[in-house]
C-alpha cells in the first residue's frame, strides 16, 4: 500500500487529485477486494474472461472461444496464486520493472550522475528486467476491481535494485467486448529515474490444446511497421546500432504474414536469440508516422497480428509504444506445466517453442543510447509528465480456421 509520504509526494507532483485519477484511470471498486480461493482475481465482458494476481500483477489466465466453440485458455500461468512464488520464475504474464529488458553493464547515467544497477544476467554483467528482485517479484496491491477492471498498485522505494528515487506505479486491466486492455502509470516523486514498463505474456492460441504440435512456430505473425530492429550481441545485449529487416530475409515479418518457425532453416537466424539458440529473442522497431501513432488503437492501425490456423483466433495488438520483443519461448524445456485448463492427454507442459511472447515497450536499452534519442520516452522525474504504457490486444476469429 501506499505511504503517507509517497501519496503526499504523488499529489504535490500533480496538479490535482483529480488529475491523478485521470492518468491513471482508476474508477472505483465494488468493495470486493478479496481473491477467489486460487488467489485470483477475475474480470470480463462479452466473449472475453481473464483473471489475475497480485505477485507482478500478472495475467493468469485469458479465456476466448475458437472456431469450434471451444473455449481456450491462451496465456501461460499457474493454476493457483501461491505458485508463482516456487523459484521457477520466467516472468509469467508479469510486468517486469522499474525497466523491463537490457541494461547494458548495469549502468547507466543521468544528468552526469552515474547509477549501478544489482546485474542478473550474463555471469552479472547486465540486468534484465529490473534486476533480481524487479516489479515482476513483487507483490501488487489491488486498490479498485470491478467486473470490468482492476487496478493493481505498487511503490518501489528510491534505492532498490540501485535505482535513484522512489516510483509509484498502478496498473489497470480492462475488459471489453472481445478485448483485454492494459493502462501503466509510474510517477516519479522524489527523483529522475529511468522507467520502462512491458507486459510479458506467453501467447498459445491454440490454448496449447493443438493436438497436430506442442509448439506455436505454425502461428503466424505480422508486424506491418517492423523494418527494423536492435542490433545485438550473442548475449542479447543491444550493441548500439540498428538492423534493416530485409524483405524475405529471417526477419521480416512486415512485409508479409509468415508464420513464426517459417525462417527456421536460414543461416542468418541462428543465434540471435542466443550463442547455442534457434529462434527470435528480437527487438522490433515499430516505424510509424507521429499521426500514425496517435490514431494508435483505430481499426487497422495494429503492429502486430497473431493468428493461429488451428484455433481460428486471432489477435491484433494495439499500443502507443514504439517497440515490441518477440521472444519465440526458446529457452523453454518441458520442465513447467500447464494449468488444468491447457493441455492435451500427451501433453501437459510447457515445450520448447511452445508459445510467443509480444512484450509491447520502448527501444530497449535505449538508457545507455542517449544518440537514440529516447530521454523523453525513458527518463522521468517529479518535473515531467508521468511514464504511461497504454496498449489494446483485440480478438476475432480467423479466416483461415480449419475444419473439424
Known sequence: MLSLTSISLLLSTMATAQQLTSYCNVTGGNGDNNPAPDGKYTIWSEGIRVSFVP??????????????????????GFDEAWMYTTGQHGYWGAVPGRY?????NSTFTIDGVPSHIIPNE???????HGGPDGWSYRNFSVVAHTDSSITFSMTDPAGD???????????????????????????????KTPIMLSSHVYWNLDGYANDQTDTALNHTLY?????????????????GTLDTNWADGPFDFWTQPRQVGYAFDQPELNRSCGPTCLGYNVCFLTQRQEAEKEAWEQTGAQVAT???????????????????????????????????????????????????????EDWIAGINYPEWKRE????????TQPYVLEATYRFSINQTAVDD
Open 306 to 360: 497473431l493468428r493461429s490456423a488451428w484455433s481460428g483466433i486471432q489477435l491484433d495488438v494495439f499500443t502507443d509504444q514504439d517497440a515490441l520483443q518477440i521472444y519465440s519461448c526458446n529457452n523453454q524445456n518441458g520442465s513447467v506445466p500447464l494449468k488444468a485448463t491447457q493441455g492435451t492427454p500427451t501433453n501437459s507442459m510447457l515445450q520448447h517453442w511452445g508459445c510467443v511472447v509480444i512484450e509491447v
Open 100 to 104: 523491463a529488458n537490457r541494461i547494458v
Open 376 to 383: 523523453e520516452e525513458q527518463i522521468f522525474g517529479p518535473g
Open 223 to 239: 508486424m506491418p511497421y517492423a523494418g527494423m530492429r536492435t542490433n545485438v550481441t550473442t548475449t542479447q545485449v543491444p550493441t
Open 122 to 128: 550474463n555471469n552479472s554483467t547486465d540486468t534484465l
Open 55 to 76: 505477485y507482478g500483477a500478472s495475467i493468469s489466465n485469458l479465456f476466448i472461444n475458437d472456431s469450434r466453440g471451444i473455449e481456450r485458455d491462451v496465456v501461460y
Open 161 to 191: 535494485q540501485g535505482f535513484p528515487g522512489e516510483v509509484v506505479a498502478f496498473i489497470t486491466y480492462t475488459a471489453a467486448p472481445y478485448e483485454w486492455r492494459e493502462r501503466m502509470v509510474a510517477i516519479p516523486t522524489t527523483e
